[in-house]
Each structure stands twice: as C-alpha cells, then as structure tokens.
C-alpha cells in the first residue's frame, strides 16, 4: 500500500533534492577513480549522491548518445559527455530545477559541449521514440513511485541494439511501516 501519493512523492524529493549541500566528495571517491573526478568541477564531484558507477558497465562509445536518468548535478553525465566525445552527445533530465542549474553550469565549466540539459520527469521523458543509444541511472530508479513506467520510457527511447545501465538500491526485505512512511526515507 502506497503512504504517498506520486504528486507529494515528487514534491518530497524536489525539495529535498533542491536544497541538498554537500562539501565532501567522499561519495563519489568511493565508487569514482581519481582520474576520473580530476578534470571535473568539485560541485559535480561533491554532490555524487548515487550509489554506484553505471558507466563502468554500459560501454559508452565515442558519438553515441547517452541520457542520464535524474542527473542531478552531474556526476554521471560528465563523466558519460567526456566518453562518447564531442562527436557524441549526453542529454541530462532531472525533475528538480536546482540540479538542473548546477548540471547546466558544471558542464559549461569543465568545458562540455555536447551536453544538454532537460527539466522533465524520468516517468514522462522529454524525448522522442529511438533518440538514445545508452540509458544510464544512478540511485534514481528507487525514488520513482512508478518504477515500471520509468523502465517503459527508458525502453521507449532506446534505439534498436541500445543498452541500458543501471546502479541502484535493491531491498531483499520489506521496509517497516514507519520507515514507507517517513518523507525523509522517500527522499533517500
């Protein structure tokens, strides 16, 4: 049984996730390689907030085209535009307009090009049929009250032979009640 409706569920997290702070980069030192977090500005580094490294598995190539599910500030997306190169091109959708501010200044200050940036729901994306060759998500999936939905628009989007890599947060046993009803453990 659902304690929240999808409307307040995005509400929760979009003010949660918009007022987020952070001046350590002890999440992403512990799933991201020194070489990797070097080049990158240090707000995309010290608000890594997911909870793995997707792009180790989903064999980005130059001049693909990769979307990052809920990119927050951008860690993954960075990191997927240096990959796929400035023949390629990495599109960004996150629902809260603060980290799709801090995304669009991170990627204009490592000197990106080949990102774009869009405001949207990862249950509704802002994209058309067969647009992507890659679907990435890191620690997004579980905010989603319609994981489902969110797995149909990522197959939706996809072109034909696409891929999709996905690090997440899977429980083995149900949450207690007073945890499914707590809005901060919605929000992660």
Same mark, same amino acid.
């Given at each position: 049984?659902?304690?929240?409706?999808?409307?307040?569920?995005?509400?929760?997290?979009?003010?949660?996730?918009?007022?987020?702070?952070?001046?350590?980069?002890?999440?992403?030192?512990?799933?991201?390689?020194?070489?990797?977090?070097?080049?990158?500005? =240090?707000?995309?580094?010290?608000?890594?907030?997911?909870?793995?490294?997707?792009?180790?598995?989903?064999?980005?190539?130059?001049?693909?085209?990769?979307?990052?599910?809920?990119?927050?500030?951008?860690?993954?997306?960075?990191?997927?535009?240096?990959?796929?190169?400035?023949?390629? =091109?990495?599109?960004?959708?996150?629902?809260?307009?603060?980290?799709?501010?801090?995304?669009?200044?991170?990627?204009?200050?490592?000197?990106?090009?080949?990102?774009?940036?869009?405001?949207?729901?990862?249950?509704?994306?802002?994209?058309?049929?067969?647009?992507?060759?890659?679907?990435?998500?890191?620690?997004?999936?579980?905010?989603?009250? =319609?994981?489902? =939905?969110?797995?149909?628009?990522?197959?939706?989007?996809?072109?034909?032979?696409?891929?999709?890599?996905?690090?997440?947060?899977?429980?083995?046993?149900?949450?207690?009640?007073?945890?499914?009803?707590?809005?901060?453990?919605?929000?992660?």
């Amino acid at each position: 049984m659902p304690y929240f409706r999808n409307d307040e569920a995005r509400s929760l997290i979009r003010d949660a996730y918009g007022h987020v702070r952070s001046s350590s980069a002890a999440v992403a030192e512990a799933f991201y390689a020194p070489d990797e977090l070097a080049p990158l500005p =240090r707000e995309a580094v010290e608000l890594a907030l997911g909870v793995g490294h997707p792009l180790r598995h989903a064999a980005l190539r130059p001049g693909e085209v990769a979307l990052d599910l809920g990119c927050g500030a951008g860690i993954d997306t960075l990191l997927a535009a240096r990959l796929v190169g400035p023949a390629g =091109r990495v599109i960004g959708v996150d629902m809260t307009p603060e980290m799709v501010a801090r995304v669009r200044r991170n990627a204009a200050d490592a000197g990106l090009e080949n990102v774009e940036i869009r405001q949207g729901l990862i249950e509704e994306l802002p994209l058309p049929d067969a647009s992507v060759d890659v679907v990435v998500s890191n620690g997004v999936l579980n905010l989603s009250t =319609r994981k489902s =939905r969110v797995l149909a628009e990522a197959f939706r989007v996809l072109r034909p032979g696409g891929r999709i890599a996905i690090a997440d947060l899977v429980l083995d046993d149900a949450l207690p009640a007073d945890v499914l009803k707590s809005p901060a453990a919605l929000a992660g």
